[in-house]
Every structure is written in structure tokens, then in C-alpha cells.
């Protein structure tokens, strides 16, 4: 089945700079690549996703980059804002979702 | 529109009896996933439904065991708890069965075995 590797398990980094997490999955059969955030005691939410046909893909702040050959692929946010403090997981879908042990940031005021 | 919804939110059980958790997905989505998540750790898949036929189940033993009804909406069932049942219960909704459909999840519901 789906392995999913994250990297690493936490963050701290003062507002305004940017946060970079990791991820590295092993099945080739995975083509669809989720990030969710989730705060403490809350359900995680989705806030961006690629697709295997994609090679990056950006939402304001927020960006991932997916590397098929490689089979890894990134979360990228800027401008990093207090509320950005959370757990974030990928994951890999070959039918399932298969996440990774999750990353915890913490943003520095 | 209401997200997916989930019942009880909390629940405290003994060890050896069973439960049934529910859930509702998102109105117009006809696949409904169950995750586990212990806490400290990622969600991990248990089930996934869609049009009422089960397309896919994780590790887990025979004791976890789950339909969707007619209207989508799905119970996931575990008998003989055991103390290392208590986690978060996710359930996750989509559009569709497919592997590469965003999915959605709701609240969840903490179990606690004692």
C-alpha cells in the first residue's frame, strides 16, 4: 500500500517568513495530492491540492509543487501570519487518502 | 450549504461494548470515507462508500464494520472495543468515488473507551 513520509514533524517560524513542508509517497499508482490544515481540536480542512498532470499550482500564500518522477512534493506558504499555526498533513490518494504523520507550525509574532 | 456532519461528538464507552457512529455528507456528494486518528498521528482510512456498495477498507479487523444508506448518509459500527479504539472518528465526503476527488471532513466524533 501508499507509504507517505513527512518532513519535518515541526516548524517554528517568526511571522512574515516562509514555511516549507515535505512530503514523499510510494506508490506511482497515486495521482491525486491533497494538504490539510487542522487546528487544535478542529476538523482538517482542505486548502490546497495537485493533481499528477500538474507540476505546481498556487493559492495566494500558498503553493504546492509535485515532483511525479521524484514522488515527492511540497507545501510552500509565505508571508507567514499567526494564524497560520496549525498541524498540517498531506496526503496521497490511490482510491484512499494515505497521510502523512502531520507537521506542526508554529508562527512566531 | 452544511458541511459533513457527524454524531454523537463525544462518546464514552467500557471496553467489550459496541458503537455506532453517523454521519452525513455534503448535500449533492455519494461517497462517504471513514478515518481513524489517534492523537499525535495522521487520520488513517478505514472505509470508503459509494452508492452504497463499499469500494475500498483499510487495516482494521472484522470488529469495524459500516453501510451508507439509500440517501448517502453512513454508520460506522465497532464491536468488542478495545482501549486502543478511542481516537478521533472522521468521516469525509465527496462528490464522487474517485480517487482523485477532494474530500471533505466533518468534525468528528471522540471516542474514549475506559
Known amino acids: 500500500g501508499e507509504n507517505v513520509e513527512q518532513h519535518p514533524s515541526t516548524l517554528s517560524v517568526q511571522e512574515g517568513d516562509s514555511a516549507v513542508i515535505k512530503c514523499t509517497y510510494s506508490d506511482s499508482a497515486s495521482n491525486y495530492f491533497p494538504w490539510y490544515k487542522q487546528e487544535l481540536g478542529k476538523r482538517p480542512q482542505l486548502i490546497i491540492d495537485?493533481?499528477?498532470?500538474?507540476g505546481e499550482k498556487k493559492d495566494q500564500r500558498i503553493a504546492v509543487t509535485l515532483n511525479k518522477t521524484a514522488k515527492h512534493f511540497s507545501l510552500h506558504i509565505t508571508e507567514t501570519q499567526p494564524e497560520d499555526s496549525a498541524v498540517y498533513f498531506c496526503?496521497?490518494?490511490?482510491?484512499?487518502?494515505?497521510f502523512g504523520a502531520g507537521t506542526t507550525v508554529t508562527v512566531r509574532a | 450549504d452544511a458541511g459533513v456532519t457527524q454524531s454523537p461528538t463525544h462518546l464514552i464507552k467500557t471496553r467489550g461494548q459496541q458503537v455506532t457512529l453517523r454521519c452525513s455528507p455534503i448535500s449533492g456528494h455519494k461517497s462517504v470515507s471513514w478515518y481513524q486518528q489517534v492523537l499525535g498521528q495522521g487520520p488513517q482510512f478505514i472505509f470508503q462508500?459509494?452508492?452504497?456498495?463499499?469500494?475500498g477498507r483499510g487495516n482494521f479487523p472484522d470488529r469495524f464494520s459500516a453501510r451508507q444508506f439509500p440517501n448517502y448518509s453512513s454508520e460506522l459500527n465497532v464491536n468488542a472495543l478495545l482501549l486502543g479504539d478511542s481516537a478521533l472518528y472522521l468521516c469525509a465526503s465527496s462528490l464522487l468515488g474517485q480517487q482523485n476527488q477532494p474530500q471533505h471532513f466533518g468534525d468528528g466524533t471522540r471516542l474514549s473507551i475506559l
Open positions: 462508500y459509494y452508492e452504497k456498495e463499499e469500494r
Open positions: 495537485i493533481r499528477s498532470n500538474v
Open positions: 496526503a496521497a490518494s490511490d482510491y484512499k487518502l494515505s
